[in-house]
Structure formats: C-alpha cells, structure tokens
C-alpha cells in the first residue's frame, strides 16, 4: 500500500490537474519546479516518484517529456479550490451580468456555506466598503437577504447590480457605498436577490 501523499505531494497533484485543464502538453521537471517555487529538481523527481507509487502519475520514461497524470486521477479536485467565474457585474450603475463559467481559485475561508460564484466588479460605487475596480468578488447563491447585506440585485429580470440591500415592504433601496452617489429604489417586484457577498479577492 503506498504511503499517504504529504501536503507537498498533494500540492503537486494539484497543480498538475489545473495544467491539464488549461494546457494541452504536460509541464517538465523544470517547469514544475519554477512553478511550484523548489530549488531542487532531485527533491521534485522524489514526489513525482510517491505519485507514481500512489497510482496518479505515469511513469517517466526517457520518451516522456513531461509528467503526466493518470486518466481519472484528477476526479473529484474540481471544485475543492475553484469556483465558477460568470462575468462582470457593474458597482456603478446595473449592466446586465455576462454568464462565461470558468473556474477561478478562491481559498476556503472566503467561499460561502452553500453555492458560489465570482463575479468581477466594474465602477466604484462599492468604494467605501473596499470594494473597487477590478475586484474580484465571491458570491453565495441566494435568493433571500438581509437589511444590510451586499448582494447581487437583478432589476427586471435583466440587469445586475452589486448593491448593500434595504427593505421596505413595498419597497427595495439599493445603496452605494459611495458619499458623491444616491441610493437606487425599486418596487420590490421589479427585484430578485441572485446572492449575497461572502468574500472578496484583488489582483496587485
């Protein structure tokens, strides 16, 4: 019976599975080494050679250029670290939110409880709550939410908003987290919660 993988081990598992998804050829040794931050290629080939043990990567043989994994080994990893990317979302004014699943890396402690997404944000209407241009923010799938909440408004059933959310029994007040913008107020008919904030990431 092989030995369990090391957390080392496993990060090199995983990594090779989000390569595969994304490029057709399978990375070297020496690619795998600047792309995983270890200065010594034997201490590299050693876990390569535990995943080799453990029945999720081919052996290398002089043929192969890169390492690659076994057919079925990556099962059950997505979704663990990614979560679907599914377009922009304005902070300034609605636009309509663009539907483009693909997966994006999003640590545990920022992912919701339930079923998320990440959206990214365009305008700065969110500024004073840290939320700018750019950012990327994580969504829970909801569609109930609380005084206070930020959330995803969809207006009319087309146009998405991200918005700290107000209700007002008839009414629902969308409010920007910006002192030069006004608060938007709909018919709370004319409004559908599609989520509620739970994390935030930012590229520097």
């Not at 081990?9 to 990375?27: D, N, T």
């Not at 990317?85 to 640590?107: D, S, T």
């Not at 939410?145 to 146009?159: M, Y």
Request: charge should be neutral; glycine fraction near 10%; hydrophobic fraction near 35%.
């Amino acid at each position: 019976m092989p030995e369990p993988l090391t957390r080392k081990q496993q990060e090199i598992h995983e990594f090779l599975c989000r390569r595969r998804r994304q490029f057709s050829h399978p990375p070297t040794l020496d690619e795998l080494c600047t792309a995983l931050n270890l200065s010594s290629r034997g201490s590299l080939h050693k876990h390569i050679q535990a995943l080799v043990a453990a029945g999720l990567v081919a052996p290398m043989d002089r043929k192969q250029r890169g390492v690659r994994v076994n057919e079925g080994a990556c099962e059950g990893l997505r979704g663990e670290g990614e979560v679907p990317f599914m377009g922009y979302i304005a902070a300034g004014r609605p636009i309509e939110a663009i539907p483009n699943p693909e997966p994006v890396e999003v640590p545990p402690f920022l992912r919701g409880r339930g079923e998320t997404y990440v959206l990214r944000v365009r305008g700065d209407s969110m500024v004073d709550e840290g939320i700018l241009d750019g950012d990327w923010v994580v969504i829970e799938r909801r569609d109930q939410a609380r005084d206070g909440d930020i959330v995803v408004a969809l207006i009319d059933d087309g146009e998405a908003t991200l918005k700290r959310f107000e209700n007002r029994g008839g009414q629902v007040l969308l409010h920007p987290a910006n002192s030069t913008m006004s608060s938007m107020e709909y018919p709370a008919a004319r409004v559908r919660i599609q989520g509620v904030l739970v994390g935030q990431m930012r590229a520097y």
